[in-house]
Structures are given as C-alpha cells and as structure tokens.
C-alpha cells in the first residue's frame, strides 16, 4: 500500500509534469502566452495533429496553405523541419523562429526514457514569425 502511495507520488509530481516539457505544443503554449503572441495569428501548413498546442491556447491552430500565408503579415506558423523546408521553398521568409523539443509521449519507448538517446527519438517544433 505504501509503495503504491509512494510510486503514484513520484509519477503525478515529477514524473508526468517533466514529461510535459516534451510535448511540443505545451511547451509553445507557454511561450506563446509569454510573449503574448495572439492564438488567432498562429497558423499550420501540414495536416498533423496539434492537440496539446489546441488545448493550452484554448483555440484551435488554423491550417493554411503557403500560398494563402503569402497574403498575411505578422503571423506565425507552427511547423516541423519538413514544414520549414516547404515555406522557404515557396518563398516565405520569417524573422523570428522559437524552437521547442517534441515527442509523442503517448507512445514512450527506451530511447525516449534514456537521456543519452532522447535527441535520437525527439524532433524540433517551430513557430515561425512570417512578418
């Protein structure tokens, strides 16, 4: 009974909150409200779930095209290196960028857990400013 007390203690305030800052979309929420950046300005290009950046900025994260963000100004894109790669290539330039780690803690695996192989199994989130 008490390894069970003990061991739900250790998981609900160290464990699971350290896991968080994992989570890319959290960790951007935070940045985004720290530095007051509007949630109706943030934009997407790919189809890939944001949920947790959803959920934080209590607004969903609007999916747009290269081309409909070339008639914006002063916006800012979430977006993977993959993403990033396909802006500069249709000729969006940005001047600011905010990158933060991501993994899909959902799906925790060895590598994730291991701090020695975490960069292996982590990619970067990045939230551009396009001015």
């Excluded at 007390?5 to 699971?16: E, G, K, P, R």
């Excluded at 950046?53 to 994260?61: A, C, G, R």
């Excluded at 894109?77 to 780690?101: C, E, F, P, R």
Aim: hydrophobic letters at 40%; one cysteine or more; proline letters at 4%.
């Amino acid at each position: 009974m008490c390894a069970s007390l003990l061991l739900n203690a250790v998981l609900n305030l160290h464990f699971y909150p350290n896991l968080l800052e994992f989570q890319g979309g959290s960790s951007m929420a935070k940045i985004i409200k720290l530095k007051n950046i509007p949630v109706d300005r943030v934009y997407k290009v790919s189809s890939d779930y944001t949920w947790s950046l959803d959920f934080y900025n209590q607004y969903p994260v609007q999916i747009a095209t290269p081309n409909l963000l070339k008639g914006k100004k002063d916006i800012w894109v979430y977006a993977s290196d993959k993403d990033m790669s396909m802006l500069q290539n249709s000729g969006l330039d940005w001047n600011s960028q905010i990158s933060v780690d991501q993994f899909r803690i959902t799906r925790l695996q060895g590598k994730f857990l291991n701090p020695n192989t975490r960069k292996k199994v982590t990619r970067k989130m990045h939230l551009l400013h396009i001015y």
